[in-house]
């Protein structure tokens, strides 16, 4: 597909459990960022990868929070143990950095994760 | 540290009359500034960017580096402009840096 593709698009789960969530960016974009967009509020950066750079990790809230990303494709963000505040949506966005300037984010859906 | 902040959580306007949502941000250095939006039912989108000093479906930003500030106007509302407005910073044309938003300002226009 053309777009930043996120899977999956709705997750319910129990508190304590674990959940992945997968971020496909688009093809040739260099850097991926997550965002945790909890209910009426705004996008609380988590974490960002730029190319082979080690990843920028100093939004994520807790040591439960991880993220891996292979090359410059594949992004999946892992919360262990979810608590009921991790409910929100987890918005990913790529781009292509273009020499020094910040490149258009693209960003999918977003996964909602509700912990019950 | 950076910060973005924008001031209005709602801006509710008639159509046809002139609207501004405010930004303010702090950096110490050269940052980069835009503004996102999200449509009922899309994606957050691109609208503007400060370093192309262009007007997008009628709205400007002016970065105003004495103010910090990144505000967004545009001088008549249309019923089509009835969104989430996210103002943005990423830490300057050379440096690596992550992007981060503000809490938003949902913009209402009514009829």
């Known amino acids: 597909g053309a777009g930043v593709s996120q899977s999956p698009s709705n997750k319910v789960t129990e508190k304590g459990k674990d959940v992945e969530l997968r971020c496909d960016p688009i093809s040739g974009h260099t850097a991926l960022y997550w965002y945790r967009q909890r209910l009426g509020q705004g996008l609380e950066f988590l974490i960002y990868?730029?190319?082979?750079?080690?990843?920028?990790k100093s939004g994520l809230p807790s040591d439960r929070f991880s993220a891996e990303r292979t090359g410059e494709s594949v992004s999946t963000l892992t919360i262990q143990r979810t608590q009921q505040e991790d409910s929100a949506v987890y918005l990913c966005?790529?781009?292509?950095?273009?020499?020094?300037?910040?490149?258009?984010?693209?960003f999918g859906e977003g996964s909602r994760l509700t912990v019950l | 540290a950076q910060r973005v902040t924008q001031p209005e959580k709602l801006l509710s306007v008639f159509k046809g009359a002139p609207v501004e949502l405010k930004c303010n941000y702090s950096?110490?250095?050269?940052?980069?500034l835009f503004w996102y939006v999200q449509y009922s039912r899309q994606r957050l989108q691109l609208l503007l960017r400060h370093i192309s000093r262009e007007s997008i479906k009628g709205f400007t930003a002016d970065l105003n580096k004495g103010e910090t500030s990144f505000h967004l106007k545009k001088p008549f509302a249309q019923e089509e402009d009835s969104a989430m407005y996210y103002c943005?910073?990423?830490?300057?044309?050379?440096?690596?840096?992550?992007?981060?938003f503000g809490s938003g300002t949902r913009l209402s226009i009514r009829p």
């Open positions: 943005a910073l990423s830490g300057g044309y050379s440096s690596a840096s992550k992007i981060i």
């Open positions: 990868f730029q190319g082979n750079s080690a990843p920028d």
């Open positions: 950096y110490s250095g050269s940052p980069e």
């Open positions: 966005a790529s781009s292509l950095r273009a020499g020094g300037n910040t490149g258009e984010l693209f």
